[in-house]
């Protein structure tokens, strides 16, 4: 059974980066079959895919988000991580990370970690 | 970007009852490319059907999805008390992937 879990700091200011890793086990983020997504979700709102990344480190953003998320995936570590730069409030979110077989729907989920931007 | 809208935005049902939840897109998606999920306060979003139609591993033969185009539907067919939560439909046929607003499901 895979899991995943997501780790960072949980107040960031605005305008600084919002960084967050996510560790799987139970599985590989270097499955050849498997993408690896992040996703939020404002408090009290919907949610909002991020991106995805591919073990080989292709990637592909929501076109909203893309200039100022990057996302990268360490294979030696069975991790992938997120950076959000030049935060606001409005990047107050619960910031999942998500397994997605063959870039579809998504079949498991981090338990999620609540990031609050502020000073 | 294709945007999902889904309705109602509250449905108030008692145990026992049919729900039926809808969610229609801007552009067409391919069935192959529809899923639902189910959230509940505090937890992370839970995978109940993919492709449109076809059930999750573990998921009660209760829910069932279907449609194509742009027009989609959940359907809960007798509601149990851990049924009451906020669902929310995704579509992943385009590279932009995006999901819809949510309908949330209280207990009547």
């Known amino acids: 059974q895979v899991q995943l879990q997501e780790s960072g700091p949980g107040l960031v200011k605005p305008s600084e980066t919002l960084s967050l890793t996510c560790t799987v086990s139970?599985?590989?983020?270097?499955?050849?079959?498997?993408?690896w997504s992040w996703i939020r979700q404002p408090p009290g709102k919907g949610l909002e895919w991020i991106g995805y990344?591919?073990?080989?480190?292709?990637?592909t953003y929501n076109p909203s988000l893309k200039s100022r998320v990057t996302i990268l995936v360490d294979t030696s570590q069975n991790q992938f991580s997120l950076n959000v730069s030049s935060v606001t409030a409005a990047d107050t979110a619960v910031y999942f990370c998500a397994k997605a077989p063959y870039a579809t729907c998504f079949d498991y989920w981090g338990q999620g970690t609540l990031v609050t931007v502020s000073s | 970007e294709i945007v999902l809208t889904q309705s109602p935005g509250t449905l108030s049902l008692s145990p026992g009852e049919r729900a039926t939840l809808s969610c229609r897109a801007s552009q067409s998606v391919s069935s192959t490319y529809l899923a639902w999920y189910q959230q509940k306060p505090g937890q992370a979003p839970r995978l109940l059907i993919s492709g449109a139609s076809s059930r999750a591993t573990g998921i009660p033969d209760r829910f069932s999805g279907s449609g194509s185009g742009t027009d989609f539907t959940l359907t809960i067919s007798r509601l149990e008390p851990e049924d009451f939560a906020v669902y929310y439909c995704?579509?992943?046929?385009?590279?932009?992937?995006?999901f819809g607003q949510g309908t949330r499901l209280e207990i009547k």
């Open positions: 990344i591919y073990y080989t480190g292709s990637t």
């Open positions: 139970g599985g590989s983020v270097s499955s050849g079959s498997d993408y």
């Open positions: 995704h579509q992943y046929g385009s590279s932009s992937v995006t």
